[in-house]
């Protein structure tokens, strides 16, 4: 028997590019590195328009708060800063910089020379913060700061490549190709949140990167594989750890609080390659993909480089495509202007046609009950929503619901449940502010 | 939906067998009067059509399978106008009815209780087409069901293998249990349905027959549990109708206790109340529990109930 969790969805996995290697995108005119990549204080800008940046100078950074460095991924002139609309509804200060070609990499950065046992966690902290490091897997908290929330409280690192959304491959292309940067970057989060033992949690349809990991561990007892059942959402903390040891979060509780910490994958070969290079994280692997996309592919793309512009490389859409998604398509965003730039949490560009128009209507049949992984009512809370009680929802535990999406794609009605539960916590949310 | 209409076609065919083509005709009135009020309805109040989803048919076939073989052909119309009209749209259209439109139409069709009651001895010839069937070509209301037998406290004498297969009078759809096993098999396997509900309900009726049988003294209060299991309408019920997700609740341990109160119901009526059968009213009145049961039992949140967590805290 596989780990697994309550709940969940099998899903039409949708894994295409599982078998195409990762290229590297031609380096694209312009980039614009917007000032927040990351869960915090936004960057303020280090440099001034007409200035001459280097790759891997940095550009942006907020020394007084919770906060990560952003630094420049083309070497070029900084042509203008402007304030864009992202999709939360928030304006940010983007760094619009045109590329001179000449790659030129900044001379501040050098390799890590010191060996590892004789660095301390603080100064690997402070290392891993200056090379702009943040969770990758979407949610882009600041790296450092997890690792020391999680000194002395946790006890073991789980590195998540469970990769559970349909379309992305990156992760499990990382792996193949990449294994010792993993398998390294999580030796270097050990050290630094002072934890004995890591488990690389993989999903049991990606077993050839599990045995390609499982062959570069050196020692198992320090650092060890787990292989999960194949379910969407595995890749959720929550449930990574209750599959791993049954223990189940509270909610407002964090994975320290029980032990744990979680790292993605890519965060940890960034963090290796920073050490090894000095290259803080100016690139990202995206999987580039969807039924419109002409040729999908995995792609390494230099931060802040439009969907456009990696549009252009995969050789355009086709006609029918409806809307354009950054992240899988059960948690991702659409987006609505090509403009739109990749960041650290994006981690995958998804082209889909329209979906076939029909009158929702709930049958009460209860799938989306059993999808839950929060052992919620969704069918129930999609109809209070509905009609705005919100207090209703509230009773039902709406808050609990970490809008996973499994119900609304079970659900053979159509009924948007997770859009209505959306507008309901919101709903709430606002509520509860306007008490304070 | 067409899950389960193909379930429920075993039991068609064999009423053909049994009763003749004037079940076809009846089930296939039904049907067409489901969908066409349903299509009638939504047409006149404007709203989305959606009367070619096959829900209408599902509850066509179970008003004719809950009625003889000898009902005049406008009484499946009228139970059909009954069901989708009244039960069904009024209410809200498809998963907002709060009882099963099928049942609640059986139910107002017993008002025609002559009519309802009229059955026949398997294999007599009766005409597919004409309007009525008239008691005297016909030797139609001499024949009890052998639930009515059993409720004057003695087995009858058929046996309980041509129970099971389903060589007795009754209605159309109920008299074979082995043709209604095979649509819950099919059902089970292309997971429409939880064995939940049937079971429980089945069980239930099991449990509480069989204890009657050996208090009151009966001689073989096992054989008097089979004959109550085997007889009436309790497989259809139990398969078709105590299932249907719009009044069925949601969790696993709702369907058991709606299970249980469904034969506990069902038993009490039977065995109690002045009719013979009591699994309609039974599987009814459990409906209008569905949403204190959904309520009752509620799954336990991931990670335990927030309130709860927030005092500790």
Known sequence: MRRTFLGGVHMNEHKNTAKSPIETITPPEYVAIPMQQHIGAPCKPLVNIGDTVLIGQKIGDNPTALSCPIHSSISGTVERMEKRLTTNGSFVEYIVIKNDYKGAVSSELAPHTILLGDTSSEKIIQKVREAGVVGMGGASFPTYAKIQSAIGKASVIIINCAECEPYLTINHRLMLEHPEEIINGTKILMRAAKIKKAIIAIEDNKLDAAEKIADNITDHSLIDVEVFKTKYPQGDERQLIYALSGIELKQGQLPADVGFVIFNAESCAVIYNAFTTGMPLVSKLITVDGECMKSPKNLSVPIGISFKDIIDFCGGLTHNCDRIITGGPMMGVAQWDLNSVAIKATGAILALPALTETEPHCIRCGRCVRACQMHLLPALLAQYASINDFDMCKELNIMSCVECGCCTYICPGKVPIVQHIRNAKQELRARQALKK | ?313
């Open chain 2, 1 to 313: 939906m067409t899950d389960v209409v193909i379930a429920l076609c075993p039991a068609l065919f064999w009423s053909i067998y049994v009763f003749g083509w004037r079940s076809l005709t009846l089930t296939i009135l039904a049907v067409g009067s489901a969908v066409g009020f349903e299509y009638l309805f939504q047409y006149i109040t404007k709203r989305t059509i959606t009367a070619g989803d096959m829900s209408a048919v599902v509850t066509g076939m179970l008003i004719a399978f809950n009625m003889p073989v000898t009902a005049p052909l406008w009484l499946p119309v009228i139970g059909s106008a009954f069901a989708i009209i009244i039960v069904k749209q009024l209410f809200g259209g498809i998963g907002k009815n709060i009882v099963n439109p099928a049942l609640a139409a059986r139910v107002f069709l017993l008002s025609w209780s002559n009519i309802m009651m009229a059955f026949v001895q398997p294999m007599t010839s009766i005409s597919p087409i004409s309007v009525t069937v008239s008691s005297e070509t016909i030797d139609v209301i001499s024949t009890a069901t052998p639930l009515a037998t059993l409720k004057t406290g003695m087995l009858d004498q058929s046996l309980l293998l041509e129970k099971f297969y389903g060589f007795i009078p009754g209605c159309i759809g109920e008299i074979s249990v082995l043709m209604l096993l095979l649509g819950f098999i099919y059902l089970l396997i292309r997971k429409v349905i939880t064995p939940h509900i049937t079971m429980s309900f089945i069980l239930t009726l099991a449990g509480f027959t069989f204890l009657y049988g050996y208090l009151t003294g009966n001689a073989s209060p096992f054989e008097y549990m089979l004959h109550h299991l085997l007889s009436g309408g309790l497989f259809l019920g139990a398969i078709f109708m105590a299932t249907d997700y719009t009044t069925s609740p949601f969790s696993p341990s709702g369907k058991i206790i709606f299970g249980i109160g469904c034969g506990l119901l069902t038993a009490l009526i039977r065995i109690f109340g002045g009719y013979p059968e009591g699994v309609s009213f039974a599987i009814l009145i459990m409906n209008s529990f569905i949403w204190y049961l959904d309520k009752w039992t509620r799954p336990r949140v991931f990670g335990g109930n927030p309130e709860k967590a927030e005092k500790k805290g």
